[in-house]
């Protein structure tokens, strides 16, 4: 076995055992030869927020939470916002190669045949309640879809596979402009096919009436730089749900409904709607320190802070934090990024945030840049949504061909009564 490998003693036994390391990991089924009596079930590895657990091998996206680097298939995630669109990236994402000229005008060509949803749809979405959150529409919504198209179960044809991922990266904007044209009372704008990805999402988000909405050029790409940070993150909390429930064959618009769930949630893409409540809260810049001594005490988080694998600066914070002054140029200051840049200032120089190395993630200063473009806080977590649907669909296409893949199904510890009887 050479020095690829890790000896074990159990010293319960006094055994040692060999377990070969492969990419200098353990395979944890490897622990379950370790008994103490032929009858054991085996050691197992406890890990119940996968701190130290990798659930599969990808070879999409690549951090460095120490250095703060980030990759989308070894491509640096800043040539990516500098030098390629969206669509470019979300082809990278799904294919593994930027595309060539004419693999992208037939990836956008295919992407905006099927911009549209069934009319249906439309009615469905008629249906929520006038204050709906526009997650909760974009999540059943996209449950939705999968009433429409039944082929997409047929999870093992890599055709239909491409197909789904097609509609899916081509409707979400569609359902997510609807979802905000409904919580803001205005009629449903169909897509418009000449437009570019991000122009056409604000033609349905915004377009009055105007024969032809024409988004500033310079919103459009600063919007566009926002979906490629956001678009892949290796095995996040919904990336993680979208293969654990596509992994029992679900169908892809029902694991990516899942998905987006796990998105919603206030500790991951719902921070930063919750980064713009905390600002409104603060106020203003002297209300700064009162704020960061009560987190420190531990009666509140900073929200937009920290991260499971960043140990160092979001390399996405850094860039969005430079997308920031484009976007102002056009709309005006927003104000509130005076306060979120002080508040950073303060963290970055206090022992408590130094100590366990907590810097301004992706959501911190997102939200302040969705705001100037018009953006109520409740659309930030769909603004995340629409571009991870790319690295959702990435991660399920590579899942669907790993020969590794079975349906995922964690063990537990069980603590609970031993057997007793009904009397
Ligand atoms: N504010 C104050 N203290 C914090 C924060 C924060 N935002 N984040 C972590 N800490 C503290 C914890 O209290 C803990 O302190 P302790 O050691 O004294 O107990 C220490 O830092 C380590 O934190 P953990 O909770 O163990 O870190 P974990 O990796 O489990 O959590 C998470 C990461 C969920 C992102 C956390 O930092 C957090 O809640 N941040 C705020 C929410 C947020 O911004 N989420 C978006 C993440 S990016 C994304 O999902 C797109």
Redesign the pocket.
């Known amino acids: 076995m050479g020095n690829e490998s890790l000896t074990i003693t159990d010293n319960r036994t006094g055994k040692s055992y060999e377990l070969p390391l492969k990419h200098g990991n353990i395979r944890a089924m490897d622990l379950r030869q370790i008994k103490t009596t032929e009858k054991d079930f085996g050691v197992m590895s406890y890990d119940p ?1 996968f ?1 130290n657990t990798a659930a599969c091998e990808s070879r999409i996206t690549f951090i460095d939470g120490d250095l703060g680097i980030l990759r989308y298939r070894g491509y640096p995630i800043e040539q990516l916002a500098a030098k390629c669109s969206y669509l470019e990236t979300a082809y990278l994402l799904l294919y593994g190669e930027l595309p060539d000229e004419k693999k992208l005008s037939d990836f956008t060509a295919r992407v905006a045949r099927h911009t549209f949803i069934h009319e249906n749809m439309k009615k469905f979405m008629e249906g929520f309640r006038y204050d709906a959150h526009p997650m909760s529409m974009l999540v059943s919504s996209i449950a939705a879809l999968s009433s429409f198209y039944p082929d997409a179960r047929e999870v093992h044809n890599p055709e239909v596979r491409e197909l789904m991922a097609i509609r899916l990266i081509a409707k979400i904007p569609t359902i997510a402009a609807y979802a905000f044209r409904h919580t803001n009372g205005l009629p449903f704008v169909y897509p418009d096919n000449e437009l570019s990805y991000t122009a056409n999402f604000m033609n349905m988000l915004w377009k009055m009436a105007e024969p032809k909405f024409l988004a500033n050029p310079v919103l459009a790409h600063a919007l566009d730089i926002l979906f490629i940070l ?1 678009a892949d ?1 290796e095995q ?2 919904s990336t993680s749900t979208m293969r654990v429930v596509g992994s029992s064959q679900a169908d892809p618009f029902l694991s990516m409904a899942a998905a987006a769930s796990a ?1 919603s949630g ?7 709607e ?2 713009l409540r905390m600002i409104d809260e603060i106020g203003s810049i002297e209300h700064i320190p009162a704020f960061i001594e009560s ?2 005490k ?1 009666e ?10 960043y140990k160092n600066y ?1 390399p996405r914070a850094q860039v969005i934090k430079e997308t920031a002054d484009s976007v102002f140029a056009v709309t005006g200051r927003n104000p509130k990024v005076d306060i979120a840049r002080e508040i950073e200032k303060i963290a970055l120089s206090d022992e ?2 130094v100590k ?1 190395r ?1 810097y301004p ?4 200063y997102s939200g302040i840049i969705y705001e100037a473009m018009g953006f109520r806080p409740e659309m930030f977590t769909v603004l ?1 949504a629409i571009p991870r649907t790319s690295g959702w669909l990435a991660h399920w296409e590579e899942q669907s061909k790993d020969a590794d893949t079975k349906i995922s199904r964690p063990r537990q510890v069980y603590l609970g009564s031993g057997e007793r009887n009904v009397k």
Do not use: I, Q, S, T
């Open positions: 927020a701190l956001h993150h996040n909390c998105l206030p500790l991951h893409g719902g921070a930063n919750e980064v987190v420190k531990g509140r988080k900073l929200m937009g802070f920290g991260h499971r694998v979001d408590y945030f366990r907590l993630n992706v959501d911190f995340f």
